[in-house]
């Protein structure tokens, strides 16, 4: 957390929270205690090759981002939007399902054996 503000964003889908974080080249999506669990290219999450994805919204002027943000009504970071994280955990519903529930099933296995 820096200056008061969260370092991630969460949204709802069908009553589970996802907090994630884009950086420049990928997604981070966390835990409640904000540990990483997974991490995705940022190129997958908008469905296009590594090159166009530099080249569009990686090496680009900051006024772009402000432009697409402006257009979408939606908070822009590295060319990646809050729609286009939602679609891309739809789309990979089964695999975010068995993630979490194998992180679940970890912890609680761990938190017995400290027992």
């Known amino acids: 957390m820096a200056d008061g503000k969260l370092d991630y964003r969460a949204i709802r889908i069908n ?3 996802y907090r994630f ?5 990928e997604t981070e999506f966390m835990l409640d205690n904000g540990s990483t669990v997974h991490s995705v ?3 997958d999450i908008k469905s296009c090759r590594e090159r166009y994805y530099m080249d569009e919204f990686v090496n ?3 006024e772009e981002y402000l432009r ?3 257009e979408s009504g939606e908070q822009v970071e590295f060319g990646i939007k809050t729609s286009e994280i939602r679609k891309y955990i739809e789309r990979k519903a089964e695999f975010f399902e068995e993630l979490f529930s194998d992180v679940a099933n970890k912890d609680r296995l761990d ?5």
């Open 15 to 17: 009553g589970v929270k």
């Open 21 to 25: 974080r884009i950086k420049k080249l």
């Open 41 to 43: 290219p940022n190129w």
């Open 60 to 62: 680009v002027p900051v």
């Open 68 to 70: 697409m943000a402006t």
């Open 111 to 115: 938190s017995e054996e400290n027992l």
